[in-house]
Antibody, heavy 121, light 107 residues
Framework: QVQLVESGGGVVQPGTSLRLSCAAS????????MHWVRQAPGKGLEWVGV????????YYGDSVKGRFSISRDNSKNTLYLEIHGLRAEDTAVYYC??????????????WGQGTLVTVSS | DIQMTQSPSTLSASVGDRVTMTCRAS??????LAWYQQKPGKALKLLIY???TLERGVPSRFSGSGSGTEFTLTISSLQPDDFATYYC?????????FGQGTKVEIK
């Protein structure tokens, strides 16, 4: 049974940095692309970025490029999201999500429950 | 980026109703479109991928159709468990983009 558990959220000051984690289990983590998606309070879903299933490539949404960094540790089955220069508009629930394991184009087929990041002074 | 426009934003319906929501893309998606269900306090759930393929374990009352730039999610007979918010999402190219969501409410 696939499980994705995010952690690391909280109340943080503007301009600071934060690292979120996503602990994965129930599937072969190293073989799957892994995504981060966020949702501001009362708003829709925004794709943050992906660590590709090829184990090398990362891609980011335009609004977070340059400040967000996705990494993974396959030995720990864990995905990370580092956020630098936090802004009020980064306040959101951050979800990690697992890609489908096959297909030429793959969407996400499992999500965590999310971790809330609140940027406030 | 590919823009996704979802409608309606809110839909009021009764148990047993047939409901339909639409998603339009700013360019052709070659059917690389998914639908998700979101309920408060629960993980998002994949319902449909590749425009019309039902995810394993999803009830058959859910169906997806469409091609090119226009896609539809239909619930054939609305059940109490289906009151939720639904999102379409394109995965043809990065950056992935989502529709604004359709909230299905009790009439």
């Amino acid at each position: 049974q696939v499980q994705l558990v995010e952690s690391g959220g909280g109340v943080v000051q503007p301009g600071t940095s934060l690292r979120l984690s996503c602990a994965a289990s129930g599937f072969t983590f190293s073989m799957c692309g892994m995504h981060w998606v966020r949702q501001a309070p009362g708003k829709g879903l925004e794709w943050v970025g992906v660590f590709s299933y090829n184990g090398r490539d990362t891609y980011y949404g335009d609004s977070v490029k340059g400040r967000f960094s996705i990494s993974r540790d396959n030995s720990k089955n864990t995905l990370y999201l580092e956020i630098h220069g936090l802004r009020a508009e980064d306040t959101a629930v951050y979800y990690c999500a697992k890609e489908q394991s096959s297909g030429p184009y793959r969407t996400v087929d499992a999500w965590g429950q999310g971790t809330l990041v609140t940027v406030s002074s | 980026d590919i823009q996704m426009t979802q409608s309606p934003s809110t839909l009021s319906a009764s148990v047993g109703d047939r409901v339909t929501m639409t998603c339009r893309a700013s360019e052709r998606l070659n059917n690389w479109l998914a639908w998700y269900q979101q309920k408060p306090g629960k993980a998002l759930k994949l319902l449909i991928y590749q425009a019309s393929t039902l995810e394993r374990g999803v009830p058959s009352r859910f169906s997806g159709s469409g091609s090119g730039t226009e896609f539809t999610l239909t619930i054939s007979s609305l059940q109490p468990d289906d009151f939720a918010t639904y999102y379409c999402q394109q995965y043809k190219s990065y950056s992935w983009t989502f529709g604004q969501g359709t909230k299905v409410e009790i009439k």
